[in-house]
């Protein structure tokens, strides 16, 4: 009869044993899931702002052209590219601070283009020019690429949160170094409608 409930014993402890085993393996194994997605969705908004930055030096070659265009606007768009070029986009220090100066470099860039598109208006031959209206297209394409990256990075980024947040989760996440991801925030001023007058 000793040994028999010794068996028992032995049999419930190992049992016990299995269970937080599996739930320790199933939670870890689920958060590196989805910081992967994060690290994926990151690697996304990295490469569409890259490709943005890649069809800078054309635009500006294209524009350069025409003699008469503006230099000035030119040296903004330049410079505003060499700014955002400089942040370090690396998925390992991925912090608020680092999406904020990203956030910074890549509207000063926006404006900078958009002030070039606004100056294009002043030279309808340049306006005409396939290779630029290629490159607007592009650039088009590209934005609404970023924007779509940047949606998927904080989908990806909000669903990782709230699970390392839940209870029992919270626990594992602290034991094993998973930390809440920051979010991209929404440019400033555009929460306002931009006013139009006819």
């Known amino acids: 009869m000793k040994n028999k409930g010794l068996w028992i014993t032995l ?10 085993y599996g739930s320790f393996k199933g939670t870890y194994n689920q958060m590196v899931t989805l910081d992967e997605q994060v690290q994926a969705s990151w690697s996304q908004v990295v490469t569409d702002y890259q490709r943005r930055m890649d069809l800078i030096p054309n635009l500006v070659s294209t524009v350069k052209g025409y003699a008469d265009f503006e230099q000035e606007t030119l040296t903004q768009v ?3 590219r060499a700014n955002a070029s400089s942040v370090n986009l690396n998925v390992d220090n991925l912090d608020a601070a680092t999406i904020d ?26 306006k005409a020019n396939t290779n630029f209206l290629e ?7 590209t934005e609404n690429r970023i924007a779509n990256a940047r949606r998927k990075f904080n989908e990806s980024t909000q669903t ?11 626990i594992f996440a602290n034991m094993f170094g998973f930390e809440k991801k ?6 400033a001023g555009a929460e306002k409608a931009p006013k139009v007058e006819f």
């Open 182 to 187: 920051p979010y991209f925030e929404a440019d």
């Open 160 to 170: 990782f949160n709230s699970y390392i947040r839940q209870f029992p989760q919270n």
């Open 78 to 80: 330049i410079q505003a």
């Open 11 to 20: 049999g419930i402890i190992v049992i016990i044993a299995l269970i937080l």
């Open 101 to 126: 100066k990203l956030q910074q470099t890549q509207q000063a860039l926006s404006s900078a283009l958009s002030r070039l598109l606004v100056t294009v208006e002043r030279y309808p031959e340049l």
């Open 135 to 141: 490159l607007q297209a592009q650039l088009e394409g």
